[in-house]
Nanobody, 118 residues
Framework: QVQLVESGGGLVQPGGSLRLSCAAS????????MGWYRQAPGKQRELVAG???????NYADSVKGRFTISRDNAKNTVYLQMNSLKPEDTAVYYC????????????WGQGTQVTVSS
C-alpha cells in the first residue's frame, strides 16, 4: 500500500532551521507533484510549497526566500528546507503527493509537528 512518512519536525528557536523529509513507498512517484501543507490550530490547512514532476516549484508568499522544496526521485522522497524560522511557522506539516495525469491518485502523510519558540 502507499505510505508517506514525514520526519524532521521538532522544536526550534526563532531564526533556526529544520529540514523535513517525506519518504513515499508502495509505488513510484516520479510523475507526481509533491508538496507540503501546514495547519496551525484554529486555521485552515494551507499550501506551503509544491514541486512538479518537472521540477517547477511554487511557494506560499509567507515562506518565499526562507523555504526550499526539493525532491529525489530515485529515493521517492521530497524535502522541505526551512530556514529563518518564525513563530508563525508553527504548525503540523503534511506531505502530499498527487498524480500529474490523474485526479484519482492523491495521498497524504500523517503530519509532523514543527514548533518555533524561544
Amino acid at each position: 500500500q502507499v505510505q508517506l512518512v514525514e520526519s524532521g519536525g521538532g522544536l526550534v528557536q526563532p531564526g533556526g532551521s529544520l529540514r523535513l523529509s517525506c519518504a513515499a513507498s508502495g509505488k513510484s512517484f516520479t510523475i507526481y507533484t509533491m508538496g507540503w501543507y501546514r495547519q496551525a490550530p484554529g486555521k485552515q490547512r494551507e499550501l506551503v510549497a509544491g514541486i512538479t514532476s518537472g521540477g517547477s516549484t511554487n511557494y506560499a508568499d509567507s515562506v518565499k526566500g526562507r523555504f526550499t522544496i526539493s525532491r529525489d526521485n530515485a529515493k521517492n522522497t521530497v524535502y522541505l528546507q526551512m530556514n529563518s524560522l518564525k513563530p508563525e511557522d508553527t504548525a503540523v506539516y503534511y506531505c502530499n503527493v498527487r498524480s500529474d495525469y490523474s485526479t484519482l491518485y492523491n495521498y497524504w502523510g500523517q503530519g509532523t509537528q514543527v514548533t518555533v519558540s524561544s
